[in-house]
């Protein structure tokens, strides 16, 4: 068996062949970086859903809370206003009810619900309004049943309201579609598009590091003093110059 | 002659194809060499480690869901609305093991007993000990309690006034606690420090490290993208003449 020597010859083969195998995944991060990079970040938005108009509540008498269990056993009780009318949340081991907070009639979100609280969120005509039984993959960081509210802007915009609390969940555009691809394509979770901690890409990681290991050590051996002649050459010209004046 | 020597010159060219690319590869390589060899290394660090240990999911305990008893002796709602001015969200929660209404206010979140309808005070110094032992799951003991009134480095997404509570522990665990509610914050510890430096280093943001799209990072990666297709183009060439050298 031939003995491994550690020159530069070898270290030139490692990058070689490294680059080979997974070569197409570096060049696939370079690229998806770069393009993560040159998108707006506050166009592809969607980070930060939490921001929503919130109003005060008003004052005056609520239905009387005692009423509100029927029976159940509740684990949660909020009161909020849903666009100028406050409601309970009311969270039970059978799940969630919206009550309105001064009949104290149970309120179903129906798409005009849902269409009014997207509209609090953007002001461009609503092209189309579904109800989805699941989070699709652009409202995967949440769960449960939604609608969802298509406008027709620049940015093709879907809002997600919650179908069983009426909330605003998220705003997804096409600067964050584009954006999703290419995060797709550097997490490389092809299916959930979520993950960055699965097996694959822990090994590819571990491979691509012996790509820009190598490479950045042959650095050291691909460059010679000759390289850098034209430095010094402009350096003398420059002094030259000088010199002549 | 002028015609003949310039056809020349682009034959030369021509024939030097590899040469060039082999050398913006080389030189490309110069300039963003040590970013790559970072965006790597941070890279393997953060799909390594698990986003939830990141996050800290392991160092906390779930609230335990208890049922509310709605039956009667509550502060009516509209109580603490009138007391709450500009409250946008009020809410039943436990303080401890006490039901207490919590108020969203401009102002931050208020607490209020949920019988009486009182404000109650900020949580001392004791009772923040006593919740942040309730919340953390290690047995550590507690090594600081501090109220900060402006964030720290690691807090800079979040708005103070909060108490920082340290652990002891080769991790070193901070707890986060609101002032007002003893409501957990948010958590830190060393595995998550490491991973936001990595990902400064990765996103070359190193002020705010939260600026995904700024030039000098635009720069670097289309010239890793620049560098790595070069690469990509001079694996046909390396393959084919080693091939050629061997027969």
């Known amino acids: 068996m031939k003995r491994i020597r550690l020159t530069p010859l070898f270290f030139r083969r490692i990058h070689k062949w490294v680059g080979l195998i997974l070569g197409l995944q570096f060049l696939l991060w370079a690229l998806s970086g770069s393009v993560m990079a040159l998108l707006d970040k506050d166009k592809v938005g969607g980070h930060d859903a939490g921001v929503s108009h919130a109003h005060a509540l008003p004052e005056g008498e609520y239905f009387d809370v005692a009423a509100l269990p029927r029976g159940d056993k509740v684990t949660g009780l909020l009161l909020r206003d849903l666009g100028a009318r406050p409601v309970y949340e009311l969270s039970t081991s059978k799940g969630t009810r919206l009550v309105d907070a001064i009949s104290g009639e149970d309120i179903r979100v129906d798409d005009e619900m849902a269409r009014n609280v997207a509209a609090m969120m953007n002001e461009a005509p609503i092209r189309k309004v579904s109800l989805l039984a699941k989070p699709n993959l652009e409202s995967r960081d949440h769960a449960g049943a939604m609608w969802r509210i298509d406008f027709r802007d620049g940015e093709n915009s879907s809002a997600y309201v919650s179908l069983d609390t009426a909330r605003f969940l998220v705003m997804r555009g096409d600067t964050w579609r584009t954006w999703d691809f290419f995060w797709m394509l550097h997490n490389m979770d092809y299916v959930n598009r979520k993950s960055f901690n699965h097996p694959l890409i822990i090994f590819v990681a571990f491979g691509v590091l012996w790509l820009s290991g190598t490479g950045f050590y042959l650095l050291f051996k691909s460059f010679s003093r000759t390289d850098f002649r034209w430095l010094r050459r402009r350096r003398k010209t420059v002094t030259q110059t000088a010199l002549e004046n | ?247």
């Open chain 2, 1 to 247: 002659m002028p015609v003949s020597g310039q056809r020349s010159k682009v034959i030369v060219m021509a024939i030097r194809w590899p040469l060039l690319v082999r050398r913006t590869h080389k030189w490309l390589a110069l300039l963003v060499g040590v970013q790559a060899l970072l965006w790597t290394l941070t890279g393997l660090y953060m799909v390594v480690v698990h986003i939830d240990t990141i996050h800290g999911d392991h160092l906390v305990r779930a609230p335990v869901v208890e049922p509310f008893d709605l039956s009667g002796g509550l502060a009516p709602p509209s109580r603490i609305v009138a007391a709450a001015s500009g409250a946008s969200e009020i809410r039943l929660q436990r303080l401890f093991d006490r039901t207490v209404w919590r108020a969203e206010t401009p102002d931050g979140p208020q607490l209020f007993d949920a019988r009486s309808g009182v404000l109650l005070p900020a949580l001392t110094a004791p009772q923040i000990r006593e919740q942040a032992r309730r919340i953390y799951t290690g047995d550590g003991k507690i090594v600081s309690v501090r109220l900060l009134t402006s964030a720290p480095q690691e807090m800079q997404s979040r708005k103070p006034p909060y108490w920082q509570v340290e652990f002891a522990g080769w991790n070193r665990p901070t707890l986060y606690l609101s002032p007002t509610t003893g409501e957990l914050v948010s958590r830190r510890h060393a595995l998550w420090r490491v991973f936001d430096f990595a990902w400064m280093l990765h996103i070359m943001d190193y002020d705010e490290r939260t600026d995904v799209n700024n030039t000098l990072l635009r720069v670097a990666t289309w010239s890793t993208f620049a560098m790595s297709l070069m690469g990509a183009w001079l694996l046909f060439w390396s393959f084919k003449r080693r091939k050629r050298k061997t027969a």
